[in-house]
């Protein structure tokens, strides 16, 4: 598994023909391909297809697999599938992604009578998606771009990108619903509204620009958390906190329910994240490098710089979890060996280890998967001073003297 780059998304895509005047395929996309379905659904085929071997499988297989069922029930809140009132919910939930998926070319598809049924095409691409929502939005990017062209109609959201006026709004919006009825077996304005909003909005999001809300051009920029299922925005609940109280004192007062089965799948996945991130791109080795000893150490555990238990809403924020050797984690990071307990000096050595490796990142790599601003706010979350909120975008000598203060008393 590693991380791909646009253009090896672009070149795998350029290798099919997604004409849908060609195809008359209605199932490119719809209303559940959103980020972070397609990437869990990706998550749950990959993981099927370790186990049982990559031989064909139908959506009925992948959402009754005991890993499917334990992390889709409790993190998108749906039914348990053995339910007899969810089969036509969960038929829409991994059925449309896996559509996508087919048509893209990442599964293959083999409709026999009235099902169908799918192998993996390409286990590379699969993983990737697998990762994380933000390389699932990356791919569905480049996927939304290619269709379009091949379609012939990219041109029509080029005029709207370029001036995102109402009347480009309306004209588009108008075309696409042309076009889809056109060339598909959609019939039906509804249900073409429904869709333009999974293929305007990506796009939008990567123009930074408006798109659609509610059938309608949007009053904002397309915001990353409007193209998600799930929508939770830990730091709009935090924008309004009082700077005198703490976040922890705040979740109470507004009675504030962590999803844990949630926390705990986001957690995990994001270590696999930074593993795979820091095998590729650092050999494997500690991030953290203050003592000789270890530096040319493999690094083979995944440490929480603040712990999961007690900062819930910054575990699965990759700019919270560090690469470190076993003793690195287990003497220096947990006294002892106690993973209850954490080392507040070693947890200052983390967090600068830290801020060294997301400074390479954003420096150094033409699609890094750090984020600056992620960093301040675990810091702020992690640290309680809102000294951190003051720091300029890419100030990181600031950053550093604001982490060496908050560890000096």
């Not at 990437?39 to 959506?59: M, P």
């Not at 003497?331 to 307990?341: C, F, I, L, W």
């Not at 390479?360 to 601003?373: A, G, R």
Request: a negative charge; hydrophobic letters at 35%.
């Amino acid at each position: 598994m590693r991380f791909l780059s646009k253009a090896e998304i672009d070149e795998f895509l350029s290798q099919r023909d997604y004409d849908i005047r060609k195809s008359h395929n209605a199932r490119w996309i719809d209303q559940k391909c959103t980020p972070d379905v397609l990437t869990i659904i990706a998550d749950c085929i990959a993981n099927y297809v370790s186990e049982k071997g990559n031989d064909y499988f139908t959506s009925m297989d992948i959402w009754h697999d005991a890993y499917t069922v334990e992390n889709v029930e409790s993190i998108f809140k749906k039914p348990n599938p053995d339910e007899t009132k969810a089969r036509s919910e969960y038929d829409k939930f991994f059925q449309q992604p896996m559509e996508l998926l087919a048509y893209s070319g990442v599964l293959e598809k083999d409709k026999r009578k009235t099902r169908n049924y799918y192998r993996v095409a390409n286990e590379e691409m699969l993983e990737y998606i697998s990762l994380r929502d933000r390389n699932a939005l990356t791919f569905l990017q480049c996927y939304i771009t290619n269709v379009l062209s091949d379609s012939g109609i990219i041109g029509k959201f080029e005029l709207f990108f370029n001036n995102t006026s109402k009347e480009n709004f309306d004209s588009l919006k108008s075309d696409y619903e042309d076009f889809i009825i056109a060339n598909t077996p959609i019939n039906g304005l509804t249900e073409c509204r429904r869709i333009f909003t999974k293929v305007i909005n990506p796009l939008a999001f990567l123009h930074g620009t408006e798109g659609t809300e509610r059938g309608h051009l949007s009053k904002h920029k397309i915001t990353y958390d409007m193209l998600m299922y799930n929508r939770d925005n830990f730091r709009d609940i935090y924008s309004d906190k009082p700077k005198e109280m703490t976040r922890s004192e705040y979740e109470m007062t507004l009675g504030i329910k962590i999803n844990k089965d949630l926390t705990k799948y986001m957690s995990a996945k994001a270590k696999r994240i930074v593993r795979v991130y820091n095998d590729q791109f650092r050999n494997g080795l500690t991030e953290v490098l203050e003592d000789e000893r270890h530096i040319g150490d493999l690094a083979t555990n995944i440490h929480h710089i603040f712990p999961e238990a007690d900062y819930p809403t910054i575990c699965y924020y990759i700019e919270n979890l560090i690469a470190l050797t076993p003793t690195q984690h287990f003497n220096y990071a947990h006294p002892n060996g106690n993973t209850q307990s954490i080392n507040r000096e070693y947890q200052h050595i983390c967090l600068l280890a830290k801020s060294a490796t997301i400074r390479d990142d954003l420096e150094n790599h033409e699609e890094p998967i750090y984020s600056f601003d992620k960093f301040i706010y675990v810091l702020l979350v992690g640290l309680e001073k809102e000294t951190f909120s003051e720091i300029e975008y890419g100030d990181y000598d600031g950053l550093v003297a604001a982490i060496n203060l908050a560890y000096s008393a």
